[in-house]
């Protein structure tokens, strides 16, 4: 089986780390970096789960925008 890569922005909110993939509207959460994205593995097999897995994904842009303090 194939696999589909996601990118996964993690936020820190709190005392949890948020994980959300860019590409789809997934979100989840954990108590590390590393729980988080774990979850939103899980997150994202269950949000494809009896669903056609897209063959190509294309890639977000991610760019910094600064504006005055």
Known sequence: MA???FTAAVTREGDWYVAQA???E???QGSS???ALGNLR???ELYFEGEA???T???PIIATVQIPA
């Open 26 to 28: 997934v979100t989840s």
């Open 22 to 24: 860019l590409e789809v």
């Open 57 to 59: 994904i294309e890639p």
């Open 42 to 44: 899980e997150a994202l």
């Open 3 to 5: 696999s589909v890569r």
């Open 53 to 55: 897995m897209p063959q």
């Open 33 to 35: 970096v590393d729980d």
